[in-house]
């Protein structure tokens, strides 16, 4: 009895220890799976890679702290059946290391540059000349514009004038309007024709030409004698003193005021007011490219103030002497304010029958010779070489075109004196383009 019990409880034992070993088995697999389950926790530093054979692609699993390569998969993060074990190859990526620069100092010198005072270089003055224009009509003359004035019908008038008619104009009233506009107008000018109102009446007497007409003239053309060309070459009424040249240069220098009053009657009576000259059309002040109102001469083709002269549409005195179309109005203006038209003035009057003289001009000479003025012949057909700047001296040879010379100075005749090849020669100024 004693035996068998022992039996029994032997066998019971064994069945007890088995149920131990069941149960420590069935620990150590949980633990397994604890091992397992735990390498699945997200834990940062390290990336696996596993090859999907279905796909055959790579999927990286980051931040995954796993020990061994073969994992059991508990979740749905890896493409394959849970419970599986698969295969992850463990990717060591190396830390990414930052190296700072260090920044350079970067030190700024201040740099003090001497200070060198400038001095602009000496350049000597060259002018470029060709030679001089032809004086053929039309003669063109810069336009001075005249005192602006109250505009009357009687300015329309006297434009229209037969000026060998007589005016009544006095002395006092040429005088007196003279210093009156001086005074108003150019304050702290002299004009060289204050106290000259006799002197102009009786020149223009002695020529056959209307006096007030002469006087304000005189007053258009030099700006009340206050002009460089007054005080310097005496030239009052801008003779030669060509439009689109240079008009100081081409001017005429008198050796007075008195010479050139004289010479501007006989310029005046020989030419514009001879109907035997090529200078004549007409013994008005007359206009150009003007209607008879004194309207513009528009050219329909621009629409702008025809240059050109229309020959039905310019007359007078100003269709050669100026090329400004209102000279002879803005003369008969000046003329309108000294002594007022009265038509009455001139019915019944007598025409003038008056007569001039000559007036040799001095042969002044301007030099330029240290200014290295060049030419060069623009006439195609050559330009005529002179030993003298005399009118009468013949030609001793001649300029081919493009030849090349040196301006040395200008005669009051409007010769040029050159130098070409060693030799000095005169041209005739007015025969060419300057």
């Known amino acids: 009895m004693k035996h068998k019990n022992q039996k029994k409880q032997s066998i019971g034992m064994k069945s007890s220890l088995s149920f131990l070993q069941l149960v420590n088995m069935i620990s150590k697999l949980l633990l397994i799976l604890i091992v397992v389950s735990s390498s699945l926790v997200f834990l940062p530093g390290i ?62 010198t201040k740099v003090e540059l001497p200070k060198v005072k400038y001095t602009p270089p000496v350049v ?6 060709s030679p001089p224009k032809e004086e053929t009509a039309p003669i063109e003359k810069p336009y001075t514009p005249p005192v602006k004035e109250e505009t009357t019908p009687g300015a329309i008038y006297y434009r229209d004038l037969d000026v060998r008619y007589p005016s009544q104009v006095t002395a006092a ?6 210093q009156t506009q001086v005074t108003k107008y150019k304050p702290g000018q002299t004009s060289l024709l204050i106290g000259r109102g006799q002197q102009l009446i009786d020149t223009a007497t002695k020529a056959g030409i209307n006096q007030l007409i002469f006087a304000a003239m005189t007053i258009h053309e030099s700006g009340y004698a206050t002009s460089p060309l007054s005080h310097t070459k005496f030239n009052i009424f801008s ?29 005046l009576k020989s030419g514009y007011l001879n109907a035997a000259s090529w200078k004549f059309k007409g013994y008005t002040l007359g206009y150009k490219n003007r209607y008879p109102n004194g309207d513009k001469l528009i050219d329909p083709a621009t629409n702008k103030e025809q240059v050109t002269r229309d ?26 304010a000294i002594h007022p038209y009265k038509a009455e003035e001139y019915s019944g009057a007598s025409m003038m029958t008056g007569s001039t003289s000559p ?12 200014l290295n003025i060049l030419g ?11 030993p003298t700047n005399s009118d009468s001296a013949t030609a001793v040879g001649a300029l081919a075109e493009k030849a090349n010379f040196k301006v040395l100075g200008k005669t ?23």
């Open 47 to 108: 990336t696996y890679e596993y090859n999907d054979p279905s796909t055959k692609k790579t999927i990286l699993f980051k931040n995954m702290n796993i020990d061994n390569t073969n994992v059991l998969v508990l979740n749905d993060d890896i493409p394959v059946e849970k419970g599986k074990t698969v295969l992850m190859k463990k990717v060591i990526i190396p830390p990414t290391v930052v190296v700072e620069v260090p920044k350079k100092e970067i030190k700024k």
């Open 124 to 129: 000597e003055p060259v002018k470029v000349v």
């Open 173 to 178: 009233e040429i005088d007196n309007f003279i």
């Open 239 to 267: 003779v030669a003193a060509f439009t689109g040249q240079n008009a100081w240069d081409s001017a005429y220098r008198y050796s007075s005021i008195d010479q050139a009053i004289n010479y501007q009657a006989h310029f």
């Open 311 to 336: 020959p039905n549409y310019s007359t007078g005195m100003n269709f050669y002497y100026a090329g400004d179309g209102d000279w002879g109005i803005g003369i008969a203006g000046i003329a309108e």
């Open 359 to 370: 007036v040799i001009l001095n042969d002044f000479y301007d030099d330029w010779s240290n």
């Open 376 to 386: 060069q012949v623009k006439n195609v057909n050559g330009i005529n070489l002179y």
């Open 412 to 434: 009051n005749n409007h010769y040029l004196k050159i130098e070409y090849l060693g030799n000095t020669y005169y041209i005739r100024w007015f025969r060419y383009t300057f």
